[in-house]
């Protein structure tokens, strides 16, 4: 069976400084990749999608950028951290075909301070 | 731009009710359209997922229902438990099957 893993669970920075958080998908090969953010009070937002490793799209401008390094794998990372990257995280993933489900991970909290 | 919208935004409902968690989306041109469940501080988990070709799907005691030509969903669920208590959000896939979430229904099931 298929299995996502995130970490840190939870992490607190302060401004300026860098951030990497780490997402591994067990189980599949090459799926989608999703980063999505979950801001307090506000929906989730999509952030970064990969469809294959070094392919990354960015759905909004932001501070963040995405690495998919690997297969299974979709970094998340910062060089300086703002005050608006309070969030919580989540890594998702999705087998080829345009009709099938999106699995999410456990999530990190970010408190940028 | 696909906008998703879910009412109402909180409910709370004695034990042992049935209730209607509802959802619209604002294009129709959806491959499918995904339920899930997050409890506090957690991640999401996937519930219900019904196929643009679709109209229902069921799992246990949960119903989701799609009429596109509409932009609506529905999940049923029967016979309500505290034990679900949480959020359900619903969310349309698109292109790349990127999804679009709704900003969730907050359930509160009481004793």
């Known amino acids: 069976s298929q299995t996502i893993h995130q970490w840190p669970a939870t992490l607190v920075q302060p401004v300026g400084s860098p951030l990497s958080l780490e997402c591994t998908v067990e189980?599949?090969?090459?799926?989608?990749l999703y980063w999505y953010r979950q801001a307090a009070g506000r929906g989730l937002q999509l952030l970064f999608y990969?469809?294959?490793?070094?392919?990354i799209s960015s759905e909004v401008p932001q501070n963040l950028s995405a690495s998919r390094p690997q297969d299974r794998q979709f970094i998340l990372s910062s060089k300086k951290l703002l005050l608006s990257d309070s969030g919580f995280y989540l890594c998702?993933?999705?087998?080829?075909?345009?009709?099938?489900?999106?699995?999410f991970g456990p999530g990190t909290r970010l408190t940028v301070l | 731009k696909q906008e998703v919208t879910q009412i109402p935004a909180a409910l709370s409902v004695p034990e042992g009710e049935n209730l209607v968690l509802n959802c619209s989306f604002t294009?129709?041109?959806?491959?499918?359209l995904q339920w899930f469940r997050q409890d506090p501080g957690k991640g999401l988990t996937s519930l219900l997922l019904i196929q643009s070709s679709q109209r229902e799907q069921t799992s246990g005691r949960l119903n989701a229902s799609l009429d596109k030509s509409s932009g609506r969903s529905t999940l049923y669920i029967a016979a309500s438990q505290p034990g679900d208590s949480a959020t359900y959000l619903c969310a349309a896939s698109g292109t790349a099957s990127k999804l679009t979430f709704g900003t969730g229904t907050r359930l509160q099931v009481t004793l």
């Open positions: 998702a993933w999705r087998g080829q075909g345009i009709y099938n489900e999106q699995f």
């Open positions: 294009d129709s041109a959806i491959y499918n």
């Open positions: 990969s469809v294959g490793i070094g392919q």
């Open positions: 189980g599949t090969s090459n799926p989608n």
